[in-house]
């Protein structure tokens, strides 16, 4: 692994099967569990894993924000919504360097979408 990656997050939620549901219908991350029972998570690169954290407050305010990146913002903020997130931040144009949006988990957590000029 290169010195420096980012390799792990702790996303605080109030129902772990709830977020891992949301995760998966939205982002199709995988979700396994843990030899101590606790939910783990990998995004689609496999790179990125972590967990979800019970008793933990969610991250409401952009202090430090996470993107992903998505193929359509568009596409994804409906996903967002079907799934049970709430859109903060609509679609929004970067000029040439793409577009990026911020939605709201089931949680309340705060993240970020990015995506790529086309």
Known sequence: MPDGKICYI???????????????????????????GSRAFDDTT?????????GRKPQR????LTYIMVDSIDATLKKIAKAGGRVATPSTSLGGAGAYATFNDPAGNLLGLYQEPR
């Open 61 to 64: 305010e952009s202090t430090m």
């Open 10 to 36: 702790e996303i605080p939620a109030t129902d772990v099967d709830a977020s891992a549901k949301f995760y998966a219908d939205v982002f199709a991350w995988q979700s396994r569990s843990r030899g101590d």
């Open 46 to 54: 496999g790179a990125v894993s972590g967990t979800w954290v019970l």
